[in-house]
C-alpha cells in the first residue's frame, strides 16, 4: 500500500474535473498498450496486459510483464500491489483483492478494508461485503464498514456437493442473504430489511430490485423498499434489470413488471434477445428490431442487426451495412456512418477502427480519432 498516499494527491487534483467518464484501452499497431481519457490518448504499457477492465475514469490492468495490478488514473499509472490480484471494476469503484486484503478505490485514496478475508466476499455498485475470519459478516457502504450479522450466514451446497456456498447474492446497491436462523433479508440503503422469515427457494438481486420465489412457489418482488405480490410461477426463463423484471409467458409473450405493472412487450418470443440494466434489445420473428428502455417500446429498424452490444442506457449496433448505429438514454443516434467491420463497447465509450494507425473513440455524442 506504499502507492496510496501519492495517489490521493493526484485524485484530490483530478476529482474535480467534469465529464472525465470517456474512458476506454486500446492497442497501437505493435500491441503498446494506452488509455483514452477525455478525448487524449495516455500511453500505459509497452506489452499487452494479460487482463484489463474499464471503470467509468479509470483503468485496471494486470500488467504483461511482470503481473502486476496496476491501475490507470488521472494521467498516471500507480501500482496496486506486486503480484496479479483479484479485482473488479464497478460503475462507481475499484476493488481488489489480494490473498487475505480486500481494498477499495474510495474518496480518492486506496483504502484496505480487511487484512484477513480468508473467506466469501461480495462486489456491488456500492456495497461491498465479506465474512470475517471470526465468521462476522461486513459490509463497507458510504465511507464506513460495520458489521450486520454477528453469526455465520445460511451456507449451500454447491450443485456437485463438493463444498457449501453463502446463500447470499449482491447487486449494485442492495446485498440479500439468509442468516443463521433462515430468516430472508437485504442490506439496502444503510438498513437491514426483513423481507421474509423463511428461506426463499431461489432469489436474484438487481439495483433497488429483489426477485425471488416464495414458500407458495410464485414470483414476489422487493422494488425500493416495498413487497409485490403477484400470481406468477412455472417460468422457464426471465431476466432481471435496474428495477424490472422480464419473462415469458406461458402465451408465449415477452412480458415486463416495471414500477408495479405488468405490461406486454411483443406478443412472441424473440428471434434474439438482450437485457442489459436498463434496456431490452431485441429482434421479433419477423425481423423488427425493438428497444424497451424505462417502460417505453420503440421499433428502431425493420431489419435484424448484423450485431448488438448494450451498457445500461446505451445500446449499439451495426446495420446491414455494417454502419453503427445505437440508442442512447432514449434517442436513436448515428455512431458512424462508414463500415465498421470490429467494435467494442467500454461503459458509454465506442471504440472502433476504420484503417490501420487509428482508432476512434465514440462518447456522449462527440467522435475523437487518434492516429499512431
Known amino acids: 500500500m506504499k ?19 470517456c474512458v476506454a484501452p486500446y492497442f497501437d499497431l505493435t500491441n503498446q498498450f494506452y488509455a483514452f481519457d477525455n ?7 509497452p506489452v499487452m496486459p494479460t487482463s484489463y477492465k474499464a471503470g467509468k475514469n479509470y483503468l485496471a490492468f494486470i500488467n504483461g510483464n511482470n503481473s502486476r495490478l496496476r491501475l490507470y488514473y488521472a494521467d498516471k499509472v500507480y501500482t496496486v500491489c506486486e503480484n496479479a490480484a483479484d479485482y473488479w471494476a464497478t460503475d462507481n469503484w475499484f476493488v481488489w483483492k489480494n490473498y487475505g486484503l480486500l481494498g477499495v478505490l474510495y474518496n480518492n485514496e486506496l483504502k ?8 466469501e466476499y461480495w462486489v456491488g455498485d456500492s456495497i461491498i461485503a465479506w465474512m470475517t475470519t471470526f465468521n462476522e459478516l461486513k459490509v463497507f457502504y458510504n465511507g464506513e464498514m460495520r458489521s450486520i450479522e454477528a453469526f455465520p450466514i445460511q451456507q449451500k451446497p454447491t450443485p456437485d456437493g463438493a463444498s457449501n456456498f453463502s446463500n447470499a447474492r449482491i447487486g449494485p446497491n442492495i446485498f440479500a442473504y439468509v442468516d443463521a436462523s433462515g430468516q430472508f433479508k437485504a442490506f439496502y440503503n444503510g438498513n437491514i430489511v426483513n423481507i421474509e422469515g423463511y428461506e426463499p427457494v431461489m432469489f436474484k438481486v438487481d439495483r433497488d430490485f429483489i426477485v425471488y420465489i416464495d414458500n407458495s412457489n410464485n414470483f414476489k418482488f422487493f422494488y425500493k423498499g416495498q413487497s409485490y405480490e403477484t400470481n406468477l410461477n412455472n417460468i422457464r426463463q426471465y431476466w432481471t434489470g435496474e428495477g424490472f423484471f422480464a419473462y415469458y409467458s406461458l402465451q408465449r409473450e415477452l412480458m415486463v413488471w416495471y414500477n408495479g405493472e405488468e405490461h406486454v412487450v411483443a406478443q412472441d418470443r424473440a428471434k434474439e434477445i438482450a437485457v442489459d440494466k436498463n434496456v431490452i434489445a431485441y429482434t421479433d420473428k419477423s425481423s423488427n428490431f425493438f428497444v424497451w428502455y424505462k417502460g417505453k417500446t420503440e421499433l ?17 449496433y451495426q446495420d446491414l451495412d455494417g454502419r453503427l448505429k445505437g440508442y442512447y438514454y432514449g434517442k436513436q443516434i448515428q455512431i458512424s456512418d462508414q463500415i465498421v467491420t470490429t467494435y467494442n463497447v467500454y461503459n458509454e465509450t465506442v471504440v472502433y477502427s476504420l484503417q490501420r494507425g487509428e482508432t476512434n473513440f465514440w462518447c456522449d455524442g462527440k467522435t475523437t480519432t487518434l492516429q499512431y
Open 112 to 119: 484496505p478494508l480487511d487484512k484477513m478475508v480468508l473467506g
Open 300 to 316: 428502431l429498424e425493420r431489419f435484424q442487426p448484423l450485431s448488438v452490444k448494450t451498457y445500461r442506457n446505451l445500446v449499439v
Open 3 to 21: 502507492h496510496s498516499k501519492i495517489l490521493i494527491t493526484a485524485l484530490l487534483l483530478y476529482s474535480g474535473m467534469a465529464g472525465a467518464q
Open 39 to 45: 478525448g487524449q490518448g495516455h500511453f500505459l504499457e
